[in-house]
Protein backbone atom coordinates (compact mmCIF):
# COMPACT_ATOMS: atom_id res chain seq x y z
CA UNK A 1 0.00 0.00 0.00
CA UNK A 2 1.26 3.62 -0.39
CA UNK A 3 0.95 5.90 2.65
CA UNK A 4 2.05 9.30 2.66
CA UNK A 5 2.36 11.90 5.22
CA UNK A 6 4.49 14.66 6.59
CA UNK A 7 8.28 14.80 8.03
CA UNK A 8 10.32 17.16 8.83
CA UNK A 9 12.69 17.69 5.67
CA UNK A 10 16.11 18.53 7.28
CA UNK A 11 15.94 15.01 8.68
CA UNK A 12 16.57 13.83 5.13
CA UNK A 13 19.95 14.62 5.45
CA UNK A 14 20.43 11.96 7.83
CA UNK A 15 20.47 8.49 5.91
CA UNK A 16 19.61 6.34 8.60
CA UNK A 17 16.25 8.64 8.96
CA UNK A 18 15.37 7.54 5.22
CA UNK A 19 16.04 3.84 5.72
CA UNK A 20 13.78 4.28 8.78
CA UNK A 21 10.61 4.41 6.54
CA UNK A 22 11.43 1.42 4.63
CA UNK A 23 9.05 -1.08 5.89
CA UNK A 24 8.12 -4.57 3.75
CA UNK A 25 5.06 -4.07 1.89
CA UNK A 26 4.91 -0.43 2.13
CA UNK A 27 5.90 2.01 0.09
CA UNK A 28 5.93 5.73 1.54
CA UNK A 29 5.58 9.05 -0.31
CA UNK A 30 8.23 10.99 1.98
CA UNK A 31 10.97 7.87 0.83
CA UNK A 32 10.83 9.68 -2.81
CA UNK A 33 11.01 12.91 -1.35
CA UNK A 34 13.56 11.94 0.58
CA UNK A 35 15.42 11.07 -2.62
CA UNK A 36 14.67 14.33 -3.66
CA UNK A 37 15.81 16.35 -0.66
CA UNK A 38 19.37 14.20 0.09
CA UNK A 39 20.37 15.79 -3.51
CA UNK A 40 20.39 18.75 -1.88
CA UNK A 41 22.17 18.24 1.35
CA UNK A 42 25.66 19.13 0.74
CA UNK A 43 28.34 19.77 2.38
CA UNK A 44 30.69 22.81 3.11
CA UNK A 45 32.52 23.99 -0.11
CA UNK A 46 30.26 22.40 -2.50
CA UNK A 47 29.65 24.68 -5.95
CA UNK A 48 26.02 26.11 -6.18
CA UNK A 49 24.32 24.44 -8.94
CA UNK A 50 25.00 26.07 -12.60
CA UNK A 51 22.85 28.65 -13.81
CA UNK A 52 19.98 27.62 -16.27
CA UNK A 53 20.63 28.69 -19.85
CA UNK A 54 18.54 31.13 -20.92
CA UNK A 55 16.43 31.37 -24.23
CA UNK A 56 16.33 34.23 -25.95
CA UNK A 57 12.82 34.27 -27.54
CA UNK A 58 11.80 37.38 -29.85
CA UNK A 59 8.55 39.03 -29.71
CA UNK A 60 6.23 39.83 -32.64
CA UNK A 61 8.26 42.48 -34.31
CA UNK A 62 11.47 40.43 -33.61
CA UNK A 63 12.66 42.47 -30.01
CA UNK A 64 14.13 40.38 -27.88
CA UNK A 65 13.07 42.42 -24.25
CA UNK A 66 15.42 42.13 -20.87
CA UNK A 67 12.45 41.63 -18.80
CA UNK A 68 12.59 38.18 -20.55
CA UNK A 69 15.88 37.14 -20.68
CA UNK A 70 16.76 36.89 -16.80
CA UNK A 71 19.86 37.73 -15.28
CA UNK A 72 21.09 37.81 -18.92
CA UNK A 73 20.18 41.40 -19.10
CA UNK A 74 20.20 40.68 -23.21
CA UNK A 75 17.71 42.64 -24.92
CA UNK A 76 17.68 44.03 -28.61
CA UNK A 77 16.11 43.65 -31.92
CA UNK A 78 16.49 41.19 -34.76
CA UNK A 79 17.69 42.77 -37.80
CA UNK A 80 19.06 41.52 -41.49
CA UNK A 81 22.37 42.53 -43.63
CA UNK A 82 23.72 42.55 -47.09
CA UNK A 83 26.91 43.82 -48.81
CA UNK A 84 24.17 45.96 -50.48
CA UNK A 85 22.54 48.02 -48.31
CA UNK A 86 23.76 49.84 -45.20
CA UNK A 87 23.76 49.47 -40.92
CA UNK A 88 19.80 50.87 -41.61
CA UNK A 89 18.32 49.02 -44.29
CA UNK A 90 19.03 51.45 -46.92
CA UNK A 91 21.37 51.54 -50.39
CA UNK A 92 24.68 52.00 -50.91
CA UNK A 93 25.82 49.20 -48.63
CA UNK A 94 29.71 48.33 -49.12
CA UNK A 95 29.58 46.74 -52.53
CA UNK A 96 28.33 49.99 -54.19
CA UNK A 97 30.72 51.89 -51.84
CA UNK A 98 33.64 50.64 -53.03
CA UNK A 99 32.94 50.95 -57.33
CA UNK A 100 29.89 47.52 -57.96
CA UNK A 101 27.12 48.29 -59.66
CA UNK A 102 24.23 47.34 -57.60
CA UNK A 103 23.83 43.91 -60.16
CA UNK A 104 26.75 43.07 -59.01
CA UNK A 105 25.38 42.77 -55.49
CA UNK A 106 23.93 40.28 -52.50
CA UNK A 107 20.51 41.08 -52.07
CA UNK A 108 17.91 40.00 -49.34
CA UNK A 109 14.34 39.34 -50.89
CA UNK A 110 12.61 38.78 -47.18
CA UNK A 111 12.34 40.36 -44.83
CA UNK A 112 12.65 43.65 -46.46
CA UNK A 113 15.68 45.12 -44.71
CA UNK A 114 14.76 49.00 -45.08
CA UNK A 115 11.74 47.75 -42.28
CA UNK A 116 13.59 45.07 -40.70
CA UNK A 117 15.07 47.34 -38.59
CA UNK A 118 12.00 48.02 -36.64
CA UNK A 119 9.74 45.28 -37.35
CA UNK A 120 11.58 41.61 -38.06
CA UNK A 121 8.58 39.54 -36.98
CA UNK A 122 9.19 35.30 -36.78
CA UNK A 123 7.77 33.50 -39.79
CA UNK A 124 4.59 31.72 -38.53
CA UNK A 125 3.34 28.90 -41.20
CA UNK A 126 -0.20 27.47 -40.62
CA UNK A 127 0.22 29.00 -36.57
CA UNK A 128 4.18 27.07 -36.71
CA UNK A 129 7.02 29.17 -35.96
CA UNK A 130 9.75 28.51 -38.06
CA UNK A 131 12.04 31.30 -36.08
CA UNK A 132 13.90 34.02 -37.78
CA UNK A 133 13.78 33.44 -41.99
CA UNK A 134 15.80 35.01 -44.26
CA UNK A 135 15.73 34.33 -48.58
CA UNK A 136 17.67 35.99 -50.64
CA UNK A 137 20.86 35.51 -53.05
CA UNK A 138 24.58 35.74 -52.24
CA UNK A 139 26.58 37.58 -54.61
CA UNK A 140 30.25 35.85 -56.13
CA UNK A 141 33.26 37.87 -55.02
CA UNK A 142 34.33 39.78 -58.15
CA UNK A 143 37.81 41.66 -58.42
CA UNK A 144 38.08 45.22 -57.59
CA UNK A 145 39.92 48.01 -59.71
CA UNK A 146 43.37 46.68 -58.41
CA UNK A 147 42.19 43.00 -59.81
CA UNK A 148 42.13 41.54 -56.09
CA UNK A 149 39.21 39.64 -55.21
CA UNK A 150 37.14 41.96 -53.44
CA UNK A 151 35.44 39.80 -50.74
CA UNK A 152 35.65 42.36 -47.81
CA UNK A 153 32.77 44.20 -49.83
CA UNK A 154 31.13 41.76 -51.19
CA UNK A 155 30.39 39.25 -48.32
CA UNK A 156 26.80 38.20 -48.48
CA UNK A 157 23.84 38.55 -46.53
CA UNK A 158 23.07 38.19 -43.06
CA UNK A 159 20.66 38.02 -40.03
CA UNK A 160 21.75 38.69 -36.21
CA UNK A 161 20.83 39.72 -32.93
CA UNK A 162 22.50 42.38 -30.92
CA UNK A 163 22.41 41.82 -26.89
CA UNK A 164 22.54 45.55 -25.17
CA UNK A 165 20.26 47.39 -28.11
CA UNK A 166 23.91 47.88 -29.81
CA UNK A 167 26.20 48.91 -27.51
CA UNK A 168 28.79 46.71 -25.65
CA UNK A 169 27.74 43.85 -23.86
CA UNK A 170 29.84 41.82 -21.20
CA UNK A 171 29.17 37.89 -21.05
CA UNK A 172 31.48 37.02 -18.92
CA UNK A 173 30.14 39.59 -16.32
CA UNK A 174 26.60 37.94 -17.05
CA UNK A 175 27.08 34.37 -17.02
CA UNK A 176 26.87 33.59 -20.33
CA UNK A 177 29.42 30.92 -21.80
CA UNK A 178 27.84 30.66 -25.57
CA UNK A 179 25.02 30.65 -27.75
CA UNK A 180 23.06 27.44 -28.79
CA UNK A 181 21.02 27.77 -31.84
CA UNK A 182 18.83 25.89 -34.07
CA UNK A 183 18.71 25.89 -37.93
CA UNK A 184 16.06 24.53 -40.33
CA UNK A 185 18.47 23.26 -43.31
CA UNK A 186 22.00 23.09 -44.04
CA UNK A 187 24.73 26.14 -44.96
CA UNK A 188 24.38 26.86 -48.82
CA UNK A 189 27.06 23.83 -50.24
CA UNK A 190 29.64 26.25 -51.58
CA UNK A 191 29.64 29.55 -49.73
CA UNK A 192 28.28 28.04 -46.20
CA UNK A 193 27.33 30.10 -42.81
CA UNK A 194 29.50 32.07 -40.73
CA UNK A 195 28.44 32.44 -37.31
CA UNK A 196 29.89 35.91 -35.98
CA UNK A 197 30.45 37.34 -32.83
CA UNK A 198 30.85 41.17 -33.48
CA UNK A 199 32.44 43.46 -30.52
CA UNK A 200 32.54 46.89 -29.92
CA UNK A 201 36.36 46.65 -30.67
CA UNK A 202 36.49 44.80 -34.43
CA UNK A 203 33.45 46.52 -36.79
CA UNK A 204 32.93 45.16 -39.10
CA UNK A 205 35.90 42.62 -39.01
CA UNK A 206 34.36 39.96 -36.74
CA UNK A 207 35.66 36.78 -35.41
CA UNK A 208 33.35 34.05 -35.99
CA UNK A 209 32.72 30.40 -34.40
CA UNK A 210 35.63 28.58 -35.72
CA UNK A 211 36.96 31.36 -37.37
CA UNK A 212 41.29 30.68 -36.27
CA UNK A 213 41.33 27.42 -38.30
CA UNK A 214 38.42 27.86 -41.18
CA UNK A 215 36.49 30.16 -43.36
CA UNK A 216 32.92 28.76 -42.23
CA UNK A 217 31.19 27.96 -39.04
CA UNK A 218 30.57 24.40 -38.60
CA UNK A 219 27.10 24.69 -38.87
CA UNK A 220 24.61 21.81 -39.56
CA UNK A 221 20.87 21.18 -39.86
CA UNK A 222 19.24 20.78 -36.03
CA UNK A 223 20.98 21.87 -33.23
CA UNK A 224 24.35 23.81 -32.84
CA UNK A 225 26.25 25.10 -29.68
CA UNK A 226 29.93 26.51 -29.19
CA UNK A 227 31.83 28.76 -26.30
CA UNK A 228 33.88 31.74 -26.37
CA UNK A 229 36.97 29.91 -26.59
CA UNK A 230 35.88 28.55 -30.18
CA UNK A 231 35.21 32.06 -31.48
CA UNK A 232 38.45 33.53 -33.61
CA UNK A 233 40.21 35.06 -36.65
CA UNK A 234 38.81 36.43 -39.27
CA UNK A 235 40.47 33.21 -40.40
CA UNK A 236 41.33 34.94 -44.03
CA UNK A 237 42.92 38.39 -42.38
CA UNK A 238 45.58 35.95 -40.31
CA UNK A 239 47.98 37.14 -40.72
CA UNK A 240 46.25 40.87 -41.90
CA UNK A 241 47.74 42.87 -44.52
CA UNK A 242 49.91 45.99 -42.90
CA UNK A 243 47.35 48.51 -43.09
CA UNK A 244 44.83 46.13 -41.76
CA UNK A 245 44.12 45.93 -37.33
CA UNK A 246 43.02 43.20 -36.11
CA UNK A 247 41.35 42.79 -32.53
CA UNK A 248 41.56 39.44 -30.92
CA UNK A 249 38.03 38.42 -30.05
CA UNK A 250 36.71 39.85 -26.51
CA UNK A 251 33.39 38.79 -25.42
CA UNK A 252 32.97 41.85 -22.87
CA UNK A 253 32.42 43.66 -25.60
CA UNK A 254 30.01 41.96 -27.19
CA UNK A 255 27.51 43.84 -29.98
CA UNK A 256 25.62 40.18 -30.86
CA UNK A 257 25.53 37.14 -32.94
CA UNK A 258 25.38 37.32 -37.01
CA UNK A 259 24.44 34.58 -39.30
CA UNK A 260 26.31 35.06 -42.60
CA UNK A 261 25.58 33.37 -46.04
CA UNK A 262 29.72 34.38 -47.45
CA UNK A 263 29.88 34.80 -50.90
CA UNK A 264 32.39 33.21 -53.01
CA UNK A 265 34.01 33.34 -55.85
CA UNK A 266 32.15 30.51 -58.45
CA UNK A 267 28.64 32.75 -58.83
CA UNK A 268 25.53 33.67 -56.93
CA UNK A 269 24.12 31.26 -54.68
CA UNK A 270 20.09 31.28 -53.57
CA UNK A 271 20.15 30.93 -49.52
CA UNK A 272 17.34 30.36 -47.24
CA UNK A 273 17.07 29.67 -44.15
CA UNK A 274 15.89 29.91 -40.56
CA UNK A 275 17.38 30.28 -36.89
CA UNK A 276 15.03 29.23 -34.02
CA UNK A 277 15.67 28.41 -30.01
CA UNK A 278 18.48 31.03 -29.77
CA UNK A 279 20.09 30.46 -26.68
CA UNK A 280 22.31 32.18 -23.94
CA UNK A 281 24.79 29.21 -22.76
CA UNK A 282 25.41 29.78 -18.77
CA UNK A 283 27.55 26.00 -18.29
Known amino acids: MIQAFLVAIPSFCQPAAVGAFRRPGTVFAVVVAGAVAITGCGGPGEMPPEAADQPLTPDADGRVDRTATGTTGIEGHWHVESDSTNFSGMAPGTCQMNGHDISQCSRVITPDPATAITSFPPTVINGFVLGMCV ?124 FAAVSDPYGPETVSFCISNLTALRN
Open 135 to 258: VGVVAPVIRDANGNLDSANIWGLSIGLRFNAGQAYDAPAHGVTGIAFDIDSEPPPRGGIRVLAPTATTAGRAAWWNGATEDTSPVHVGHNEFRWASVGGPLLLTPPPPSYAMTPFDPTRLIGIE
